[in-house]
């Protein structure tokens, strides 16, 4: 007796996925295809508004701010962070979970009371300033505020656990005895660190420091409470050509140039960091 089973319907899987397609379809494709429309055709067809963004010292200024905030945020979140996933990894169950309950808290605390906390903290008369007063390292307050020191501090802030969760879910992976091992092979600490957990902890930094570094790119409100209108982002640059100016073109040319940005970033990490599979 003879079993024949039934073809595979040709397009079930396509089938299955066709909400999915669908739902990319209707809120990103057409709207960043829409977008681009918009960059080339107002106010006048051309490619106007990319040679303006290119061509104007205060638009190139927008674009250093915005990309070199990015960059010393991600470089000091990684520093900060790495340590703190190390502890969450090594210590206790029970002191770990407490920390990491902590870091979630953080997370879930709204983005503009968190803002405005640090603008307390950070004005002159705040309690940061007031504290290294009273300790004897500086004689007058230091500006905190209204420049990029402060729209660092407070990025690194909130950035510091999308770098922790990838970075722990990466470093729980590591066998202890590839540390051990190391160490028993006459290793130093130094060496351990630089040449065994750090490239094995190496796809964990990567994509923890893509996703802060395109979320940095794109942040709007502790920029714009932070730094003030003479560090401006290039987020508040969009939103005031679209809200204030009424100028779509030039706004749509600025999303677009940062979504290119984007898409390279992650095709970078693509190439270099995606973990390859194994062949057996």
């Known amino acids: 007796m003879s079993i024949t089973l039934a073809p595979k319907r040709r397009g079930s899987g396509l089938g299955l996925?066709?909400?999915?397609?669908?739902?990319?379809?209707a809120f990103f494709?057409?709207?960043?295809?829409?977008?681009?429309?918009?960059?080339?055709?107002?106010?006048?067809?051309?490619?106007h508004n990319y040679r303006t963004l290119i061509g104007s010292a205060t638009y190139a200024k927008v674009f250093f701010n915005t990309f070199f905030v990015a960059g010393v945020?991600?470089?000091?979140?990684?520093?900060?962070?790495?340590?703190?996933?190390?502890a969450l990894a090594i210590m206790p169950q029970r002191w770990a979970s407490v920390i990491f309950a902590v870091?979630?808290?953080?997370?879930w605390t709204n983005l503009l009371a968190r803002t405005y906390a640090w603008m307390v903290l950070l004005q002159q008369t705040g309690l940061i300033n007031r504290s290294l007063m009273a300790l004897g390292i500086?004689?007058?307050?230091?500006?905190?505020?209204?420049?990029?020191?402060?729209?660092?501090?407070?990025?690194?802030?909130?950035?510091?656990p999308?770098?922790?969760?990838?970075?722990?879910?990466?470093?729980r992976k590591i066998d202890p005895a590839i540390l051990q091992a190391a160490a028993l092979c006459g290793a130093s600490k130094g060496q351990a660190l630089f040449r065994v957990l750090l490239p094995l902890a190496a796809p964990g930094i990567a994509s923890g420091g893509l996703m802060v570094f395109v979320m940095s790119l794109g942040y709007f409100v502790t920029p714009a409470l932070l730094?003030?209108?003479?560090?401006?982002?290039?987020?508040e640059m969009i939103a005031q050509q679209v809200q204030s100016l009424v100028n779509w073109g030039m706004g749509g040319a600025a999303a677009f140039i940062l979504l290119i940005v984007?898409?390279?970033?992650?095709?970078?990490?693509?190439?270099?960091?995606?973990p390859k599979p194994e062949v057996r």
């Open 17 to 25: 996925a066709m909400p999915a397609i669908l739902l990319l379809l």
């Open 227 to 235: 730094g003030g209108t003479a560090n401006m982002m290039l987020a």
């Open 103 to 107: 870091i979630l808290l953080s997370m």
């Open 162 to 171: 999308f770098m922790i969760l990838p970075l722990l879910g990466v470093i």
């Open 29 to 47: 494709v057409v709207p960043v295809a829409l977008l681009l429309l918009r960059s080339v055709t107002e106010p006048e067809p051309g490619l």
């Open 138 to 160: 500086i004689d007058q307050p230091l500006q905190l505020t209204n420049n990029l020191i402060g729209v660092t501090i407070g990025m690194v802030y909130i950035m510091l």
């Open 262 to 274: 984007t898409l390279g970033l992650y095709a970078v990490q693509l190439r270099f960091f995606e």
């Open 73 to 86: 945020v991600t470089l000091v979140t990684v520093l900060v962070a790495f340590p703190v996933a190390w």
